[in-house]
């Protein structure tokens, strides 16, 4: 049970982003921690407020903090972690990220809007693996699945970071199945599900076994 004034503070946080005040916002958030250090959910808008204000460090730090929240196998930071690395060694450019959150937080059917939003973010930066996820699905989606395939092997070319790698793999799984190409689907789902890194793109790799198993695919 969540301490009802962690939760209030919590609440607070929420309305201050909703009013666009990220430092009030910030401040509603430590007060939730304060009182409850572990609860995973302000960490998380603490360490998502301080990476779109630029504050890395603090980002990072909040990050590792929810990371040790999260359950065991729960990669789900590490993408963040590396980007925020990234961002600080200058090996990336910010606004190639945003270009990325752009396009993922799209509706789901505006196909031409994530191809161009990623393909500009990889302009600059094709070893940025994140990016080619979208763009293979929305390529897929399109209707040019040997496209879709060359960008998600290229995502997996740049050694993503385990969870980003997982869903990477998972959808060259259903490139591969669109395409007919059983087996190969089938043991790149089995990569899915042995590296176990998003909890997501594990489950339902994983069903997409059992449905090969009970001959449904």
Not at 12 to 35: D, L, M, T
Not at 79 to 107: N, S, T
Not at 175 to 188: C, F, S
Request: net charge negative; proline share 5%.
């Amino acid at each position: 049970m969540i301490n009802h004034r962690a939760l209030a503070a919590f609440e607070r946080g929420q309305e201050w982003e909703e009013r666009h005040n990220p430092s009030k916002a910030i401040k509603a958030y430590h007060q939730a921690v304060a009182i409850e250090r572990d609860w995973a959910d302000p960490h998380r808008r603490l360490g998502s407020l301080f990476f779109d204000s630029g504050r890395y460090d603090e980002a990072a730090d909040a990050f590792r903090r929810l990371e040790q929240l999260l359950p065991a196998g729960d990669r789900s930071i590490d993408d963040w972690l590396h980007v925020i690395k990234q961002l600080q060694m200058g090996a990336l450019e910010r606004a190639a990220d945003d270009d990325y959150v752009a396009a993922r937080d799209l509706p789901e059917e505006q196909f031409d809007e994530k191809i161009a939003l990623c393909q500009k973010a990889l302009g600059p930066n094709p070893t940025y693996a994140a990016p080619y996820d979208i763009l293979g699905k929305a390529l897929l989606a399109k209707g040019h699945p040997n496209q879709a395939r060359a960008a998600l092997e290229r995502g997996l070319a740049c050694a993503p970071r385990p969870f980003t790698r997982a869903t990477l793999l998972f959808n060259l799984g259903n490139v591969l199945l669109a395409t007919g190409q059983r087996d190969e689907a089938l043991a790149t789902f089995r990569q899915v599900v042995e590296l176990n890194a998003n909890p997501t793109a594990t489950r339902f790799a994983a069903i997409q076994l059992d449905a090969a198993a009970d001959g449904r695919i």
